[in-house]
């Protein structure tokens, strides 16, 4: 006696949009430009020596690029400084901030959710995903679940199999 049996995805079936975060990471090389690599002895402006060393940056090396400019050494750097390399670089990279690799990360994660199209999550029950191989923000979750509140049926949080449920509309 043979039954046939019929394996039905439960999760497929029950219209849940599983939404992962990771897919709006904008993708290219993120770099850092430390200041005190442009002052004199780590610690001081020479605004002509600072120059000098902004016209020398190899821009090829920064081309489509996310770059993130900060100041390691101990020394008050006037915010001109921040204006001139960002206008050496501004046309070949994709964006500039100032801070450190996770600001940088914070801003382009806050450009990718308020520029994603939300409307195939309108009336639906949405998961977000909770694992992931890449570090997002949490700044990033916190921003997502300001764009999905108003719109969604329910917004659940982990995986299918175990999940937090959020809200319910």
């Known amino acids: 006696m043979s039954e046939e049996f019929e394996i039905k995805n439960k999760v497929a079936a029950s219209g849940l949009i599983n939404f992962d975060l990771t897919d709006l990471v904008p993708k290219g ?3 850092g430009i430390d200041l005190k690599d442009f002052l004199f002895m780590e610690m001081i402006l020479k605004e ?3 120059r000098e060393k902004v016209a020398a940056i190899d821009v090829e090396e920064y081309r489509d690029s996310y770059v993130y400019i900060y100041n390691s050494a101990d020394a008050i ?3 001109w400084a921040y204006f001139l390399i960002t206008a050496k670089l501004t046309e070949v990279t994709k964006k500039i901030v100032f801070g450190n690799k996770e600001d940088l990360e914070v801003v382009l994660m806050h450009q990718a959710i308020q520029s994603y199209d939300f409307d195939e999550m309108i009336g639906k029950r949405v998961l977000v995903k909770g694992c992931s191989d890449k ?3 949490n700044n990033a979750y916190i921003e997502l679940v300001e764009q999905l509140q108003p719109i969604v049926k329910s917004l659940m949080f982990g995986e299918a199999c175990s999940n937090v449920p959020i809200l319910k509309n």
Do not use: G, M, T, W
């Open 77 to 79: 750097v006037p915010l």
């Open 48 to 50: 002509k020596d600072f």
């Open 29 to 31: 090389a993120r770099k």
């Open 135 to 137: 570090e997002i923000p």
